[in-house]
């Protein structure tokens, strides 16, 4: 319990970026954390990021951010500008000038001073803003290239390419490391007797994350995450104390999956909002479908763990006499500590 502080499951991708190609420059769109960023600067990660006052160090550092090549000849930035941004992110803007040869290349020369899990993506959009690639980087994979026609226009005309595989894997990486969604599904189905329930809750808990996670990501619904991160706490700590108050198998416990699921699905979207893959429903269908598909191979394989395990517990007699309930009740303790986290800390 003491290793929760760092567990909040909803943003490995604390960063993105987006290359505009206009008529006579190239700009570059950089977006760190405020975490992020203070390691960036060598400064320990046991401080708190102070990131209003280091601006100038920041915009020191923003030419080393990316590697940007056209045809093997490095591209120096013209003018580099640093911002603060909302929820203490860092914005960065280096216009480089435009791109002569064919062969694009992106190199982010600083997610391998990051943590290992760190990911980011890349995505090229033309002057109308209209999505032409996107890239998902981690620190093995830190290089994206990128084929230009002589206008500027990426091969393969107005198709925007994203990687399928890329987001299938950070879904399930998501979900494997989100724990307080785990958390969640464990309070949901220690307390169920039948099968049936259980693929009840597995269903709605489903759907509603689907449902959600889709209108947040498509910018139809927009909640922040200052008030989602709470909201998903406060589902864990009221699911843990109503096992504690109900002797039976909670009734409607479906409806209420399918209620919570919904505040679960917008965690879920911050990953690809913050990605900037909200431009163009095209640009933004293989990875929504790709990533959600990620999640649930995730969450499908943990339930084939846990189940066996719940029902095998079950014929113990201390387990039945009090296992529910000292699960319930550390589960409970834990979503309190992350809500008063959310609410005061973060």
């Known amino acids: 319990m003491l290793c929760t502080g760092a567990a909040f499951g909803h943003n490995p991708m604390t960063s993105w970026a987006i290359a505009r190609l206009h008529g006579e420059s190239l700009e570059l769109e950089v977006e760190l954390s405020a975490e992020s960023a203070w390691l960036l600067l060598g400064e320990p990660a046991t401080s708190p990021p102070d990131v209003a006052n280091a601006l100038p160090r920041l915009k020191a550092l923003a030419p080393s951010l990316y590697s940007v090549t056209a045809s093997g000849v490095e591209l120096a930035p013209r003018t580099t500008d640093v911002e603060l941004r909302e929820e203490d992110g860092v914005g960065f803007l280096l216009v480089y000038p435009r791109p002569a040869g064919r062969q694009l290349r992106f190199d982010a020369a600083f997610l391998p001073k990051l943590s290992a899990d760190h990911r980011t993506t890349l995505t090229l959009k033309d002057a109308s803003d209209k999505v032409l690639r996107t890239e998902l980087l981690t620190a093995s994979n830190t290089r994206a290239e990128m084929a230009l026609e002589p206008e500027g226009q990426s091969a393969g005309g107005s198709q925007p390419t994203v990687s399928f595989r890329a987001f299938l894997k950070l879904g399930i990486e998501h979900i494997l490391t989100g724990y307080d969604h785990l958390l969640f599904l464990l309070a949901l ?66 409806a209420l999956t399918f209620a919570f699921g919904l505040i679960h699905g917008f965690g879920f979207a911050g990953v690809l909002k913050q990605a900037g893959l909200g431009s163009g429903g095209r640009a933004l269908l293989v990875p929504l479908f790709s990533f959600n598909l990620g999640v649930e191979i995730g969450q499908v394989a943990v339930t084939a763990i846990l189940l066996p395990v719940l029902w095998k517990l079950r014929s113990v007699e201390a387990y039945e006499r009090y296992g529910r309930h000292v699960i319930s009740a550390a589960v409970a303790l834990v979503g309190a500590y992350w809500l008063v986290q959310r609410l005061f800390f973060s």
């Open 189 to 254: 189905l220690v307390v169920c007797r039948r099968f049936s329930s259980m693929a009840a809750i597995i269903t709605c808990f489903t759907l509603a994350h689907s449902i959600t996670l889709a209108l947040a990501a498509l910018n139809l619904v927009s909640i922040p995450s200052r008030i989602v991160e709470p909201l998903i706490a406060a589902s864990i700590l009221f699911v843990g104390v109503e096992n504690i108050y109900r002797r039976d198998e909670p009734r409607w416990r479906w």
